[in-house]
């Protein structure tokens, strides 16, 4: 896979992610600067010459890295690749941003959902627990697991914005999710505890009121 990261608008950086390449690059007597190969450039689509602390890379590494990823990615030219950066956002004054581009195999591991704009994980949607119930979606879906990867409630938003497929990612709202989930109750113990605790989800409760409940149960 490829990440296309847009930190300002006049840096853009390409890393390509590839757990092939990295065993591949650390085997015995193969030398390598770097295990993810990693490109920048500037608002004019130079390669960046200079090195700093954000940019550690001198610029013969660069070149490399840029070769290496138009070897392993299906873009053949470093204009097809500046190209992808127009792609994280249609609004000129949003500079900052990432996409990420997978490709090869990977239908064997996952599968488009077309009408739900929506990527499963073949091998988790197949498992289920002891009483035959699917897993829980987030292990399954990956538009389910982006909407709660980041923490959202009536009184805290979230700044980022997500897109899968073209279609933005509407964050779990748990203010409104715990109340309107049936109650649940789990039995939980802790690494290295004595003891366990009743926990149940489905309400919301204050904080306080929630660890005296936990250190009231033996």
Known sequence: SLVFSRRTRDHFTVGCLSRG???QLGQEGVVTETKTPLCSWDASGE???STAD???????VRRSSLQMILELSP??????????FGSISEDPSEWTGTRLVMWGGIEEKYCKKGEEEDIEDKREAAKTDKR???IFGHDVSLRTFLSIL???DDETEVPMQIELLGRPVEYRNWSSYLHLQAPQKYTYKPTGAT??????????????ELIDNCKGKK
């Open 47 to 49: 390669i960046l010459a």
């Open 54 to 60: 954000e940019t550690p890379l001198e610029h013969r």
């Open 132 to 134: 035959g119930v699917s």
């Open 150 to 152: 980041y923490y959202k």
């Open 75 to 84: 873009f053949e030219t470093e204009e097809e690749l500046l190209s992808q």
């Open 195 to 208: 003891c366990t605790t009743e926990i149940q989800f489905g309400h919301s409760v204050p904080l306080p």
């Open 21 to 23: 390449l990295n065993s």
